[in-house]
């Protein structure tokens, strides 16, 4: 019986392959025969009646999403969403970006196999989200969603996008302390009322911390984008950018496994929340427009001890000027590295 760490980082090294999954190349095609190998290793019951791969094309290219279903108690609810994509940027293997997500949304999937949940849970691996179908009509979470005749619509959506590294700040290098390694982002807490609460009462492991940030930080990095512009509450987990990102580098003996295990775990726990949780439409007035400044600022607070802060300058952040000046701090460190 292997760790969750080694199980993860077997994932990550049989889809991270040097040819890379670029849509059109034979390394995406290995990619695809690995996805419906996983998923029926998993037994899991395909999405479609068709089976787990939903092709479909953009101008003359073929395109591939990936989904199957864990049937919950009620399926009169709207099934939750949790996804990530298994494109590439480029032909390298990708590890980050984003072989580590589908490894984490594969280990989740075999974990909630023997749970049975209030609700359906739909798992989905997007093809086309990097560059040139990021946001267009081709990229895979957006024809998923374009796609689907499931009158039940969606309960919520679960995204993870560039989990598998410790964050590194630009001035500190390999000194970048454990409080930073250890972080990742959560977006999209804003979503809906009911997440603050639901991010607040799911402890990280240790080895672990959580920030939420607003969405419009980081504005739809990832395939989270088509669920929020149609008003379905949802998260998006991600470590942002790191030196390796988008590059041949980004190569699987440079991930973090332990740090990936913890996020494994959180994502779990969010999402074995997110099912049971109602979630009842709301309407939000412009009045609450930025509710979850306080919820925020309080995230970073409990990751970041005041004496780091006060190194770079900081105080403790309670108010949405506090989260501003961190996010300054967290760009400037970390975006856009390499
Ligand atoms: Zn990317």
Redesign the pocket.
């Known amino acids: 019986m292997h760790s969750v760490p080694e199980r993860l980082e077997s994932l990550v090294r049989g889809l991270a392959l040097p040819q890379g999954r670029r849509v059109g190349r034979s390394g995406h095609r290995d990619a695809e025969i690995w996805i419906e190998a996983q998923f029926a290793r998993l037994a899991l019951m395909p999405y479609a009646e068709t089976g787990y791969a939903l092709p479909y094309t953009s101008g003359r290219t073929q395109f591939t999403n990936f989904a199957a279903i864990i049937p919950g108690r009620d399926q009169s609810l709207a099934p939750l969403l949790i996804g990530a ?1 298994y494109d ?2 480029i032909d390298a293997p ?1 590890a980050d ?2 072989a580590a997500s589908v490894a984490l949304t594969l280990e989740i999937a075999s974990r909630l196999k023997s749970s049975q949940l209030r609700r359906d849970v739909i798992i989905a691996l997007f093809d086309a ?3 040139p179908y990021f946001l267009t009509e081709a990229m895979g979470s957006i024809r998923f969603y374009e796609n689907q005749t499931d009158r039940r619509g969606f309960h919520a959506a679960l995204i993870t ?2 989990i598998g590294h410790d964050v590194g700040f630009r001035s500190l290098a390999a000194d970048t302390p454990e409080e930073i390694r250890r972080l990742v982002c959560v977006l999209g807490a804003e979503s809906h009322p009911a997440l603050p609460a639901i991010i607040d009462a799911t402890p990280t492991p240790s080895g672990l911390a959580a920030i939420a940030l607003r969405n419009s930080y980081a504005p739809d990095l ?1 395939d989270h984008h088509i669920f929020r512009v149609n008003h379905h509450p949802y998260l998006f987990l991600s470590c942002g950018h790191w030196p390796h ?2 590059k041949r580098t980004d190569t699987p003996d440079r991930l973090a496994y332990t740090k990936l295990a913890a996020i494994t775990d959180w994502t779990h726990a969010l999402l074995l929340k997110l099912a049971d949780a109602p979630l009842p439409p709301h309407s939000r007035t412009p009045a609450d427009a930025d509710s979850t400044a306080a919820f925020e600022a309080a995230t970073i607070a409990r990751a970041i001890p005041p004496g780091l802060l006060q190194k770079f300058g900081l105080s403790v952040p309670a108010t949405r000027a506090g989260v501003d000046a961190f996010v300054g701090l967290l760009l400037r460190e970390t975006y856009e590295l390499g």
């Open positions: 994509h590439s940027v990708c970006d984003n989200e990097e560059p996008d560039l990832s990102y988008h």
